[in-house]
């Protein structure tokens, strides 16, 4: 299982952009980049996953670099609501009997 | 998307007694489940493998008849705690993949575990 690295926290203010950072140096050929979001006493939720270049949804977009060594989380537009945990995990999309291993994740404060 | 629907949300009970969790695939059928247990201000970490119609595969470190788990259904699996202990006092999460691809796993919305 690839292992990821990413910042412990990061803090924004309302309406800014955030773009938090994910490398994931062994990642292998058929893993896919999935991040996750959880507030307190919740489960995580899926936010977006992809395999290389840009992946964009209704609420971030996933920015893979050709090496797939990294890539980054971009949520436009922040507001208080998105103050979170977020977590990169690498994971391989068949299949549903794949383990997850989190990693520390990044604390997101958002501030007015 | 798929739902997974987990009860209780919290839970308080004495020590020396079992506590049952009951993790439900809502919309789809899950072959395999997965246990998470989360203490305050840590990362998910992973407990058991939950298997429909064999045995669970445990992590190293986690306790198998402690912690047991049933995996009866396609869309039912438990985890008991047995002979709760304050130190298992803990938020319980399980998760399985629905049947889209592209959507990741899906998550249930956790049991906080009391033990007093």
């Known amino acids: 299982l690839a292992k990821t690295t990413q910042p412990i926290s990061m803090d924004s203010y309302e309406g800014q952009e955030v773009n938090i950072t994910c490398s994931h140096n062994?990642?292998?050929?058929?893993?896919?980049i999935t991040w996750y979001q959880q507030f307190p006493s919740q489960g995580p939720r899926f936010i977006i996953q992809?395999?290389?270049t840009k992946v964009t949804n209704e609420v971030a977009s996933l920015f893979i670099p050709a090496d797939r060594k990294s890539s980054t989380l971009s949520l436009p537009r922040v507001s208080l609501s998105d103050t979170a945990v977020y977590y990169c995990?690498?994971?391989?999309?068949?299949?549903?009997?794949?383990?997850?291993?989190f990693g520390t994740g990044t604390q997101l404060k958002v501030e007015l | 998307g798929a739902v997974v629907s987990q009860h209780p949300s919290w839970v308080i009970c004495k020590s020396g007694t079992s506590v049952k969790i009951e993790c439900r695939s809502l919309?789809?059928?899950?072959?395999?489940m997965f246990w998470y247990r989360q203490f305050p201000k840590q990362s998910l970490m992973l407990m058991a493998t939950?298997?429909?119609?064999?045995?669970?595969?445990?992590e190293q470190g986690v306790e198998k008849d402690k912690f047991l788990i049933n995996h009866a259904s396609l869309t039912l699996s438990t985890l008991t705690v047995t002979s709760a202990h304050p130190e298992d006092s803990s938020f319980y999460i399980c998760?399985?993949?629905?049947?889209?691809?592209?959507?990741?796993?899906?998550f249930g919305s956790g049991t906080r575990l009391t033990v007093v």
């Open positions: 998760s399985a993949r629905g049947q889209g691809l592209g959507e990741g796993y899906t």
């Open positions: 062994n990642i292998a050929t058929n893993d896919y």
């Open positions: 992809g395999y290389k």
């Open positions: 995990l690498v994971e391989k999309l068949t299949g549903g009997g794949n383990k997850l291993t």
């Open positions: 919309d789809f059928q899950a072959t395999t």
């Open positions: 939950s298997n429909e119609g064999s045995k669970a595969t445990y």
